[in-house]
C-alpha cells in the first residue's frame, strides 16, 4: 500500500469514529473530542519539529503549554486598575534592578578572566542585584494580592481579544524556549531531556505560586471568547429560525405547545453544537496553517539539512554546518507551536487552571501521539493526535462496557464487579499502554512511517 493510499485509509478511519461517536452518543461529544484533537495535533507537530526534525528530546512540552495557556489570561483579561494604582512603581523599580542586574552579570562575566576573581564578583552582582530587587518586588506583590483577593488578587491583562493570544503564546513560548536553549542545548540528549522537565516544573511552580500573575490554584475562569456565547444565540431571531428551518420536517404536524417546546430544545442543543463548530473552523484553520508551513519547511533545503544533522551531527559539523544553532532555530520554532496550542486550549476552557497541567496529559500523551503516528512526519503527526485522543477519551465508556459485559455473569451487588465497574475508567491507560505496544511491534516507525525521498 503505498504512503497515500495509507493516509486517506487512516483519516478516514478517524472520521468515521467521529461519526459513530455522534450517532451513539451525542454530536456534542464528537465536536468536543474533534477540537481536541484539532489542538492536540497541533502540539504533535511542535514536538515532531524539534525530534522528528531534529532528534531533540524535548520532555518539558508541559511548560511550553502552560505558557501558552497563562498567555490568553495576560492577552484577554482587563487590567485590574486598582492593582496597578497600588504598585505600578514598585513594580517599575523592581524590574529595572532586575534588568540591571541582568545586564551588570554580563558585562562582568564578559570584562574579567575566567578564575577565582570572575566567580566572586558574578556571585556578588547577583546577590546583591537580587535583593534589591526583592525589597522592592515583595511590597508590590503583597498590595497587589491584598486588592479583592476573592475576585482578582492579581494585575489582570491587556484587555485584548483572546484570539490575539494564540500569536502571544507562541511569542512567549519562543523567547523561554530561547533562554533554555542557550543553556541547555550543549547537552547530551539525556541530560537535555532532564533539563527541559526540571524547567517545566519550574513553570508549573511560578505559575501556581505567582498569585500576582496568574492567581495561582485560585485560578482564572471567565476568559472571553472567540465565539459567540450559547445564550446569546438562543434569544436571537436568525438562530432560532435557523433552528426552525432545520428541523422543519421534525416540528411539522406537532401541536403549537409542542412544537414551541421542541424548537426551545432544538435551539439549546443547536446553541452548543454551533458554538463547537465554530471552534472548530478557527482551530481546524490553525492546524492547517502549521502543518503547510511544517511541510514546505521539511521540504526545504533547510529540512533537510535539519534532518542529516540529525543522522549524524558528527559528519554535519565536517561539512560546516553549526549544529548547536540548527538545534537552537528548531527548538524555538517547535517551542512556539506548542504555545500557540496552549493558547489555544485555555481559549477553549475558558479558563486558566495550573494544577490541570501534568506531565501524562501534556508530556506523555503528546509523546505517544508523535510516535505512533510517526516520528518524522507531519502527517503522522496529526494522526498520531487524533487517534490518541480518541482512545485516551473512549477509553473510559469503552472500559466500563467491557467490564459490565465482562462480569456480566457475577450478581450485581458482588463486591469484584462492583469494584471493576468503579475503576474501568483506569483502562484508558491499559488502552494507551496496548496501542503504543501493537504500534512499535509491527510498525516502528509509527503508522506513517517518515517518508526519505532518494535524490
Known sequence: MTNTRK???????????????????????SLGILNLCLISAVMALGVNMQWGYAGLLNVGVMGFAALGGVSAVLVSQAPVVEAWNASWGRMLIAAICFGGTVAAAIFTYRKLMPGRNRNLALTLVIVVGLALTRLFLDPAISSIEAIQPAKTGFLGGMGLPIILSWVFGGVVAAGIAWCIGK???????????????GISEIIIAVLKNEDWLTRGVKNVTGLSRPVPYEID?????????LMRWWHSSALDGLATDARQQALKQFVIDGSSIFVKLCYTGLFAAVLLIVLWLSVRALNSPWGRMMRAIRDNE????????????????????????????????TTLDGQFTPTSYQPLRFTFLIWVMVIVGGSGNNMG????????????????????WLMEVGTGWLDESNVLRLHLIENAQHMRLFFMGLVLLLVLRFSPGGILPEVVRKR
Open 7 to 29: 493516509t486517506q485509509l487512516a483519516f478516514a478511519t478517524i472520521g468515521v469514529l467521529l461519526l459513530v461517536i455522534g450517532f451513539a452518543q451525542s454530536w456534542n461529544v
Open 183 to 197: 543553556v541547555a542545548l550543549g547537552l547530551r540528549a539525556d541530560y537535555l531531556a532532564i533539563a527541559t522537565l
Open 233 to 241: 444565540l438562543q434569544t436571537s431571531p436568525w438562530f432560532i429560525d
Open 314 to 345: 558528527i559528519a554535519a559539523g565536517a561539512m560546516g554546518k553549526d549544529v548547536t544553532r540548527r538545534h537552537l532555530e528548531i527548538f524555538i520554532i517547535g517551542s512556539a507551536v506548542i504555545g500557540v496550542a496552549g493558547a489555544m486550549l
Open 381 to 400: 503527526s496529526v494522526l498520531g493526535g487524533f487517534l490518541i485522543w480518541l482512545v485516551w477519551i473512549e477509553a473510559e465508556p469503552v472500559g466500563v
